[in-house]
């Protein structure tokens, strides 16, 4: 494998990781939507999540308060779920799941999810309240059966300040890195090189 070989495919890794990271930026604002209904309770206190999702024959509109989750702080999910032809509420009962949805996740270790109860319908609206005791990403299932079907909706949740530097901040700086390393090591042979021809026309 030549270091030529390596420059490129660090680099076209480097580009590619970059595209993804815009990509996550283009869905995020995406994800943060205008609610499509209001609480009473809630009027003055901005959600960290909201927006609507299409989950087979239904339509679900969500809220994750408060606008910055902390640990040891309760929070809250709302969901309201209706049919998207009828516009009738589900009545049934919504069950909630959480699983760490970090960098450990990626490659399997995240963890089993973890209940974190089942609600029934109370006004249109189902409630579900957690805490968190550590700072980290979580991934928030909700789930309902209907039809004979079950529907599930996952809802991405950061408790605590963002680390300053992610996975992929960190695999950017190692390949950044890398690309320097081999920039240095060209650079070295080309004037060893030239170094060793000029001895031997002296000579």
Do not use: C
């Amino acid at each position: 494998m030549t270091l030529k070989w390596i420059t490129r495919a660090a680099g076209i890794i480097l580009v590619m990781m970059t595209a993804t990271l815009f990509a996550d930026a283009v869905l995020a604002h995406h994800v943060l939507g205008r609610p499509a209904y209001a609480l009473n309770e809630d009027s003055n206190t901005p959600p960290a999540l909201q927006g609507e999702s299409e989950i087979g024959e239904f339509s679900v509109t969500y809220m994750i308060y408060p606008a910055f989750p902390k640990p040891n702080e309760p929070g809250r999910i709302n969901l309201h779920i209706k049919h998207r032809d009828t516009g009738k509420s589900y009545q049934g009962k919504v069950a909630f799941h959480t699983k760490d949805d970090g960098w450990l996740s990626m490659i399997g270790l995240g963890g089993a999810p973890a209940r974190l109860g089942a609600q029934p319908n109370d006004d249109n609206v189902y409630r579900q309240r957690y805490v968190y005791h550590e700072n980290g990403d979580y991934m928030v299932s909700a789930s309902f059966d209907a039809g004979g079907e079950t529907y599930v909706l996952d809802l991405p949740l950061r408790v605590g300040p963002a680390p300053a530097f992610g996975p992929i901040g960190l695999v950017v700086g190692l390949l950044i890195f890398i690309l320097f390393a081999v920039n240095v090591i060209q650079r070295r042979r080309a004037v060893s090189g030239k170094i060793r021809q000029a001895n031997e026309l002296g000579r």
